[in-house]
């Protein structure tokens, strides 16, 4: 009886190691997932610090543009501003142009009328001379200034030579006569002096 009672003994022993071998085989089986997904942790924790120098001087890279992009447009703004304050001081200082050139028209009238009664001594004509030097006096305030021409060296800035003569009172290239008067405002040739050149 006891023989018989050793076998199923046996039996169940050989059945319990069989049971825990799956088991082990499991734990082992785990154990080297385990070991794969560290090792996979550990490449990705890796993975960074290895693109880090790579991103990062991409990051730089797009600063040093920005910064560019933005001490140009600093530049641009500067231009632009500088521009605009010249362009109002040019209004400012020329606004009445059009009214001065019209006036130079009355003042080249004016003066030929002088000229034409410069035999007569009445009181008329001193009161006219008197009304032409507060007219000129008033534009000489407002920046209009008469161009020199007559015995001066020929310059296309400021005459329009329209004939050249023979003249031994004048050096060559020197204006020898003037025919209308020129005219400049806060240093603006308005219009040029039409002038003689001397040969």
């Excluded at 799956?22 to 550990?42: D, F, I, L, Q, S």
């Excluded at 060559?172 to 603006?188: A, D, E, H, I």
Aim: charge should be negative; aromatic fraction near 6%; glycine fraction near 4%.
């Amino acid at each position: 009886m006891s023989e018989e009672k050793n076998i199923p003994i046996e039996d169940e022993v050989i059945e319990e190691i069989k049971e825990e071998e799956p088991e082990a085989e499991e734990t082992a089986e785990g154990n080297a997932e385990e070991a794969e997904t560290a090792e996979e942790v550990k490449e990705t924790e890796e993975t960074p610090s290895e693109e880090a120098p790579e991103e990062k001087g991409e990051a730089d890279k797009k600063l040093e543009e920005l910064n560019a992009k933005y001490m140009r447009l600093m530049a641009d703004f500067q231009n632009q501003k500088k521009r605009f304050e010249k362009e109002r001081a040019d209004i400012y200082q020329f606004a009445n142009e059009d009214l001065v050139k019209g006036l130079l028209e009355v003042i080249d009238n004016f003066e030929r009328a002088l000229e034409a009664s410069k035999d007569d001594d009445s009181k008329f004509k001193e009161g006219m001379e008197m009304i032409f030097k507060q007219l000129m006096g008033a534009l000489e305030k407002a920046g209009v200034s008469e161009i020199k021409a007559l015995g001066e060296e020929f310059d296309p800035n400021f005459h329009n030579a329209v004939m050249m003569e023979e003249t031994d009172e004048f050096e060559s290239n020197k204006v020898s006569g003037v025919m209308q008067k020129g005219y400049t405002l806060n240093s603006r040739v308005i219009r040029p002096s039409m002038v003689k050149v001397a040969q």
